[in-house]
Nanobody, 124 residues
Framework: QVQLVESGGGLVQAGNSLRLSCAAS????????MGWFRQAPGKEREFVAT????????YYADSVKGRFTISRDNAKNMVYLQMNSLKPEDTAVYYC?????????????????WGQGTQVTVSS
């Protein structure tokens, strides 16, 4: 079992930055690949970034590549998403997710645990 709690969302102007955090509890965190997803109103949940269990493999959606950075600290049971150069189209609820595998995935169906989400709103 892994419990996830996101924080760090808020309202920012376009071009600014936010750092999302995901606090995980549970013994299996360090052997779990992690992902960040987002869901805008009226849209399906979409992949943002994923990181393998030790952080050696990272993958980003094309829409955020070069602007967002995913990282993890297994000693602290934390996952982060640094978001720079934010755009209005980045507005969404952002979710942290964990999967019972060492490697990451872009598919929502391959994640076993989800946080409650944190709202990010980017104004133009």
């Amino acid at each position: 079992q892994v419990q996830l709690v996101e924080s760090g969302g808020g309202l920012v102007q376009a071009g600014n930055s936010l750092r999302l955090s995901c606090a995980a509890s549970g013994r299996s965190f360090s052997s779990s690949a992690m992902g960040w997803f987002r869901q805008a109103p009226g849209k399906e949940r979409e992949f943002v970034a994923t990181i393998s269990w030790r952080g050696g493999s990272i993958y980003y959606a094309d829409s955020v590549k070069g602007r967002f950075t995913i990282s993890r600290d297994n000693a602290k049971n934390m996952v982060y998403l640094q978001m720079n150069s934010l755009k209005p189209e980045d507005t969404a609820v952002y979710y942290c997710a964990a999967r019972g595998a060492l490697s990451g995935s872009v598919r929502t169906t391959e994640y076993d645990y989800w946080g409650q989400g944190t709202q990010v709103t980017v104004s133009s």
